[in-house]
């Protein structure tokens, strides 16, 4: 298993330079001169000039972009000038609000999507499926920010059960039942999407199962259809499922971005929108390295699980 | 194409979601045509005014413009954005997908490492990524959003392209000297555009999405111009005071993107043929019932007796009989053996025991199954549950798909019997090994934690006879259990069975089509054809002297060791389908024997001594036979 894991790093590792090489390779694109779109158009020569030097971008792109690698791997990924410290300070704070806030929602849409698939798998044409699979259209069908905007609206503003917006209350203490409280909107309205995708994957995934002649040799000696259901299909079927938690844990991350702006949340996702209205760009090409390179991590942390769960994988 | 879209209108949700986008598109072609107010024309005396309110059917937004007029602008904005970001991001993936399908080699190995790593980014991050280079815009939004989607496009089209790029006339056009590029454009292009149009139909509604989401969050459209998402964006500061000038372009998206959706599905259930049959279908716990006929009375011919068991299978409209009528039994220490061609019904009537056939298709529709005299057939599922592997216990064909492929062996027996009485894990433990050593599997202590893939076909198969015994049950019932086995094995899984009748005085019920083995193993056997016993009698008599044409032309299909000069016979021709028989004997179109009152009607299964044939023209009368 350690050789396993230690391979799945290695090779995790062209990625991770391919990510920096398209970031920079984008950033490249931007029309004029970054040290002029950083000190304003009134800027004297001399200055755009002396910055353009210290920015290391009067050199070759080539070596450019191997001075910003370099300096990244050192955890010096520059500094935001629309904030006046150092990037990699910023992503940080911010990656952390938005971990606790993607985290709780991926939990959410994946014991709840698979929850579901398989209930509906179990009752298939019966009135929970047909109850699941309508709900679950709708969920795939809702704009998360148009949703997360019609909850504050009815949890917030009319029924008054949840605060409208933000981390922590303005006044009091931050605990975590503070953080729980202004965590369950964001969280749900950013979970129902994915929690949709899941649960159809997770139910043709069961459908595909429950017709194996493994199925048949359960039922045969007798195990209950509970266990049938939960234990034996539901085991085999989370071979494909597994792979889709991973794509939808990217798709939830990106979900994020839009619940931070509808709940001011202090996350990574606002912070690189905001970045992008200031044109911070070295704020915004920290963010998407940094955020890009935990994704690519967490889908190792995937395939693990799946090579955990189906000995068939060469380990 | 016509059957497809019959096919699709059939489906009347996807059908429902097809006109409610054609209105929303129509709406929006004709949207400049409409006796619309002014979209960017504000009005702030006038503003936020309720829905229905003089002079505005949806109201005005903070600036006092209408929001009906701004609605139908932007929806025309966003499904052309979602469109022109589809066609772009088609265009661009087909394109390197077809590239690196059809060169292959280095070409396609860099092209799709390119992918991969583009597939690695959150999309947004990716997205925003290229705004934040190009500048917030709707142009550049649409860039974005088509930029994201060009891996989707490019993984698909790229398989389907490596998949024609080796067909015959692929070759031929190569042959004919034709240029690569003739190629793609004239070969390869009009068989992947089915492709990708599908493709497009079923990702333009995540497109209107992430346009509408870069627009909501101020890297979109920009003012005045608007979309449904910068509607919202704008209505955003707004949404306590005036929830209506968000809910009326949040809904409009919905609305839209739903109706996509439901197309989009229909759209996929209509091109996946499984979908078609009925196919995927879940099995219920237990076959359903539906019996008609007054269940026969109870005989008491054995411990199992199947009478008149009918079992068909409904697909659609059409009824395969699959088992037309069978009657078995089988007492304690005795081997019965069904044989019979695939098809023939016998491993339906093995299952319809214990209520395993899969079921939608197969219903139980006629006769009764006793064990020890009560009927189970109609059994509450429960009822059925408990005796499962405690009385009647199976094994199956091929262990490698019969075994749970993630359970460890020994947890599987572990399994069988906690399902019938609660063990604790060490004594469990201790069962499992005993029973891996009952069916002589060496090394058992070790063997129990292995997986099913890592074991050989024989030592799998005898797990399967393990976890049949788990329980000590009265009956076994073996389908085909040696048919996957090469010979040497096959006989000592044979034996092995045999030892265990023997000495826990088993009633074996043993499926199989081959002769060999049946005379190896069982006591009597029962010939089957087209779901009905054509046979049956002693083993070694039946052995003897056939009388049913089918069982010698099935004997003399046996090849015999040291009789090498016999000439092995196939039978001519398949059996009858099995919606569809014919009148009389169901042999009779492939029977040499066969006269014109073999058609006639309905032929008895006669009865002489221990002896059974159903035929009017048998190879030797019934009476001398029984002799």
């Known amino acids: ?315 | 194409m016509m059957a497809f879209l019959k096919l699709l209108a059939r489906n009347r949700l996807a059908l429902a979601g097809g006109i409610v986008l054609s209105f929303v598109v129509l709406l929006a072609l004709i949207t400049p045509l409409l006796p619309l107010a002014e979209p960017n024309v504000t009005n702030t005396a006038a503003r936020f005014q309720k829905p229905f309110s003089e002079g505005t059917l949806l109201g005005t937004d903070h600036l006092g413009r209408d929001l009906l007029s701004r609605l139908m602008w932007g929806t025309r904005l966003s499904l052309a954005v979602g469109f022109a970001a589809a066609v772009v991001a088609a265009t661009l993936g087909a394109a390197i997908g077809i590239v690196a399908g059809f060169y292959g080699g280095r070409t396609d190995n860099l092209i799709m490492r390119g992918v991969d790593m583009l597939m690695a980014f959150p999309y947004i991050l990716l997205a925003l990524a290229i705004v934040a280079a190009l500048g917030p815009g709707l142009f550049n939004a649409l860039i974005a959003v088509a930029a994201v989607n060009v891996p989707f496009f490019a993984r698909n089209i790229r398989g389907i392209t490596v998949g024609i790029a080796h067909k015959e006339f692929v070759d031929a056009a190569r042959l004919a000297g034709l240029s690569n590029s003739r190629i793609i454009l004239t070969e390869i292009l009009p068989n992947v555009i089915p492709v990708i149009v599908i493709a497009m139909s079923t990702t333009i509604g995540w497109m209107i999405l992430e346009t509408a989401g870069l627009s909501f969050l101020g890297l979109g459209s920009q003012p005045p111009q608007a979309d449904l998402g910068s509607m919202l964006g704008e209505a955003r500061s707004a949404l306590i005071t005036n929830p209506h000038t968000s809910v009326v372009p949040g809904i409009m998206i919905l609305i839209i993107v739903m109706s996509i959706n439901l197309l989009g599905d229909g759209v996929r259930d209509a091109l996946d043929p499984r979908l078609k049959s009925g196919a995927l279908s879940r099995p219920m716990a237990a076959t359903l019932v539906s019996r008609k006929d007054p269940v026969p009375p109870a005989e008491g011919k054995g411990l199992l007796e199947v009478q008149e068991l009918q079992t068909q299978f409904h697909v659609k409209d059409r009824v395969y009989r699959a088992v037309g009528g069978v009657s078995l039994h089988v007492k304690p220490g005795e081997c019965l053996g069904v044989i019979g061609e695939s098809g023939s019904g016998k491993s339906v009537t093995a299952l319809s025991v214990m209520g395993l056939v899969a079921s939608p298709p197969g219903v139980i529709t006629g006769g009764a199954v006793r064990y020890d005299g009560e009927d189970l057939i109609g059994a509450p599922y429960r009822k059925l549950r408990e005796m499962r592997g405690r009385n009647v216990a199976y094994i199956f064909q091929d262990p490698l798909a019969t075994l749970h492929p993630l359970y460890k062996v020994g947890d599987q027996l572990i399994e069988a019997i906690r399902s019938h009485r609660p063990i604790s894990k060490s004594e469990g433990q201790a069962k499992a090994i005993d029973l891996l050593k009952a069916v002589r599997i060496p090394n058992a202590e070790k063997r129990i934690s292995d997986h099913p893939h890592e074991m050989s076909g024989g030592m799998r198969q005898r797990v399967g006879i393990a976890m049949a015994l788990a329980n000590d049950p009265d009956i076994i019932i073996a389908d085909e259990p040696t048919t996957a086995l090469d010979v040497t094995v096959q006989a000592q899984i044979l034996s092995l069975l045999d030892d265990l009748r023997r000495s826990r005085g088993l009633a074996i019920v043993f499926i199989t089509h081959d002769f060999g083995v049946v005379g190896q193993l069982c006591d009597r056997v029962a010939v089957m054809y087209a779901g009905r016993i054509v046979e049956e009698g002693p083993t070694q008599s039946v052995l003897e002297t056939p009388t049913h044409p089918y069982t010698a032309r099935l004997m003399a299909c046996v090849p015999e060791l040291g009789a090498g000069k016999r000439r092995l016979e196939a039978i001519p021709g398949l059996p009858p389908v099995v919606d569809k028989l014919p009148k009389g004997c169901a042999f009779a179109d492939r029977c040499d024997r066969v006269q014109a009152d073999c058609r006639q009607g309905e032929i008895d299964l006669e009865r002489e001594g221990t002896r059974a044939v159903r035929c009017i023209h048998p190879v030797i009368p019934l009476k001398e036979a029984a002799e």
């Not at chain 1, 990699?88 to 704070?93: A, R, T, Y």
């Not at chain 1, 009319?158 to 209350?169: A, D, I, K, Q, Y």
């Not at chain 1, 001011?264 to 044109?279: C, E, H």
Request: hydrophobic share 55%; proline share 4%.
């Open chain 1, 1 to 315: 298993m350690g050789r396993y894991i230690l391979g799945r790093l290695i090779s995790a590792i062209p990625v991770l330079l391919g990510i920096t090489v398209i970031v920079f390779l984008i950033m490249a694109l931007i029309p004029g001169d970054p040290a002029t779109a950083i000190l304003g158009s009134y800027a004297t020569p001399e200055n755009v000039e002396k910055l353009n030097r210290d920015l290391g971008l009067d050199k070759p792109l080539v070596s450019q972009y191997f001075i910003w690698l370099g300096n990244m791997l050192q955890g010096d990924f520059g500094t935001s000038f629309s904030l006046n410290r150092p990037v990699i300070d910023e992503v940080l704070e911010r990656f952390n609000a938005t971990l606790i806030l993607a985290g709780t929602s991926f939990v959410i849409c994946s014991v709840l999507g698979i929850m579901a698939g398989v209930i509906s798998a179990a009752n298939q044409y019966g009135w929970a499926d047909k109850g699941i699979t309508f709900v679950v259209l709708l969920g795939i069908s809702i704009p998360s920010f148009f949703l997360g905007m019609m909850m504050i609206l009815f949890f917030s503003v009319n029924l008054r059960v949840f605060p409208v917006s933000g981390m922590w209350p303005i006044y009091g203490t931050r605990d975590i039942w503070a953080l729980l409280n202004h965590l369950v909107l964001p969280a749900t309205a950013l979970a129902v999407v994915a929690t949709g995708v899941i649960a159809r994957l997770s139910r043709s995934a069961m459908l595909e199962v429950l017709r194996q002649d493994f199925i048949r040799t359960a039922r045969a000696k007798g195990v209950h259809e509970r266990g049938v259901i939960w234990r034996h299909a539901l085991k085999a079927a989370m071979v494909s499922i597994i792979p889709v938690l991973g794509i939808q844990a990217g798709f939830v991350l990106s979900g994020a971005v839009y619940i931070e702006i509808v709940f001011q949340w202090p996350g990574v996702g606002r912070m690189l929108v905001d970045a992008i209205l200031t044109r911070d760009i070295l704020l915004v090409q920290g963010g998407v390295v940094f955020v890009a390179a935990c994704y690519v991590l967490f889908n190792i942390v995937v395939d693990v699980a799946q090579s955990l769960l189906d000995p068939r994988i060469k380990t």
